[in-house]
């Protein structure tokens, strides 16, 4: 028993960590856009980029922690 519930906490910290890492990448990027807003140097193709964000946040997720589609 103790053995499966290490497993699972082990499991739970590795897919904590992709999920932090992807949230936490896709902040800096979305930082670094706002504070190109901010110096009136934003990119022509701001919105393309900023799909692509959301768009790949999730790419590097396993499948179970993918939703449904």
């Known amino acids: 028993v103790v053995e ?3 497993a ?3 499991d739970a910290a590795r ?3 992709i999920v932090l890492g992807s949230a936490q990448a896709a902040n800096d990027q ?3 856009l706002q504070a190109l807003n901010e110096t009136d140097q934003l990119p022509d193709d701001w919105f393309e980029q900023l799909q ?3 768009t790949y946040l999730q790419s ?3 499948p179970e922690l993918k939703p449904a589609a």
């Open 15 to 17: 897919l904590t960590g």
């Open 60 to 62: 590097d997720w396993p």
């Open 30 to 32: 979305i930082d670094s």
């Open 8 to 10: 699972k906490a082990s």
């Open 52 to 54: 692509s964000i959301v």
């Open 4 to 6: 499966k519930i290490r």
